[in-house]
């Protein structure tokens, strides 16, 4: 369940600290009743980030598979072993 807390309570710094690493998920900061930020620990940002990233890695690979711009893998291995005579 998400965490919310009014922008009032950003005053207690360390215990926000602390429900962000505790919680593990970003932590929802409302203003007069609605949203207004997101805040989250530097571990979970990257973490996110780094989720992110794979999907738009595997997005832009089915495109390229869809695309027809694949590769023989037998063929491209055979070429590097040549290449670098290994």
């Known amino acids: 369940m998400p965490h919310i807390i009014p922008i009032k ?3 207690n710094t360390a ?3 602390e429900l962000c690493h505790v919680a593990e998920e970003p932590i929802y900061i409302t203003k007069n ?3 207004d ?3 989250m620990s530097v571990e ?14 595997l997005e832009l690979s089915e495109r ?7 590769k023989d893998s037998k063929q491209s ?3 590097l072993r040549e290449k670098y005579e290994i």
């Open 77 to 79: 291995l055979g070429k």
């Open 44 to 57: 979970v940002y990257e973490t996110t980030m780094k989720r992110l990233n794979m999907y738009r890695e």
């Open 9 to 11: 309570d950003l005053k």
């Open 37 to 39: 930020m997101v805040i």
């Open 33 to 35: 009743g609605y949203g």
């Open 64 to 70: 390229q598979i869809e695309s027809g711009k694949t």
């Open 15 to 17: 215990e926000i600290s």
